[in-house]
T-cell receptor, first 117, second 114 residues
Framework: AQKVTQAQTEISVVEKEDVTLDCVYE???????LFWYKQPPSGELVFLIR??????QNEISGRYSWNFQKSTSSFNFTITASQVVDSAVYFC??????????????FGKGTKLSVIP | NAGVTQTPKFRVLKTGQSMTLLCAQD?????MYWYRQDPGMGLRLIHY???????AKGEVPDGYNVSRLKKQNFLLGLESAAPSQTSVYFC?????????????FGNGTRLTVT
């Protein structure tokens, strides 16, 4: 069985602060993919990033960066100089390939980020 | 390009009533999914379809039925609504059911059952 844990249920930061959203995963599969999705107050879910299990290189996209560490089974998401528009619920997800060739997608329970002006 | 469209956006039902949620996609994706989102529970898979004419159960299928008569549409039905089905429902699609393919989501349907 696989599992995704987002231990932070809610986080509040003041605008321009940096914030890190934690994601810890469990899987027995050697090939898997990790995702982050953003759900702003308007409700839609938006794909942010995908990382595969063989690529531990960190990624930066503007104010967003992602730190993937297989040694700690973590895929953390950092927002630098947060803005009010970053206020949203963020979901981490794990997709692992089973031996039968299918795959299972598991979402974490989400972290609600509130950026206070 | 509309992507994934869900109708209706909001609905209030009384216990025992029935309704159908429609998901329509214009991306020619093979795979379609229905999720429900509840506070503190994240997203849970109800049913999914790997192609026209096929459906399969997900994690929480009880109380729901689905149909995929046309490739572009995936319907979620509640035959006898219960208060426990109060939730936000999301439809999602994928080109194919590959592990590395992100989901494309609709904007959700907020359902309240009184």
């Amino acid at each position: 069985a696989q599992k995704v844990t987002q231990a932070q249920t809610e986080i509040s930061v003041v605008e321009k602060e940096d914030v890190t959203l934690d994601c810890v995963y469990e899987t027995r599969d050697t090939t898997y993919y990790l995702f982050w999705y953003k759900q702003p107050p308007s409700g839609e879910l938006v794909f942010l990033i995908r990382r595969n299990s063989f690529d531990e290189q960190n990624e930066i996209s503007g104010r967003y960066s992602w730190n993937f560490q297989k040694s700690t089974s973590s895929f953390n998401f950092t927002i630098t100089a947060s803005q009010v528009v970053d206020s949203a619920v963020y979901f981490c997800a794990l997709s692992a390939i089973s031996g039968a060739g299918s795959y299972q997608l598991t979402f974490g329970k989400g972290t609600k980020l509130s950026v206070i002006p | 390009n509309a992507g994934v469209t869900q109708t209706p956006k909001f609905r209030v039902l009384k216990t025992g009533q029935s309704m159908t949620l429609l998901c329509a996609q214009d991306m020619n994706h093979e795979y379609m999914y229905w999720y429900r989102q509840d506070p503190g529970m994240g997203l849970r898979l109800i049913h999914y379809s790997v192609g026209e004419g096929t459906t399969a159960k997900g994690e929480v299928p009880d109380g729901y039925n689905v149909s995929r008569l046309k490739k572009q549409n995936f319907l979620l039905g509640l035959e006898s609504a219960a208060p426990s089905q109060t939730s936000v429902y999301f439809c999602a699609t994928q080109p194919y059911g590959t592990a590395n393919s992100p989901l494309h989501f609709g904007n959700g349907t907020r359902l309240t059952v009184t």
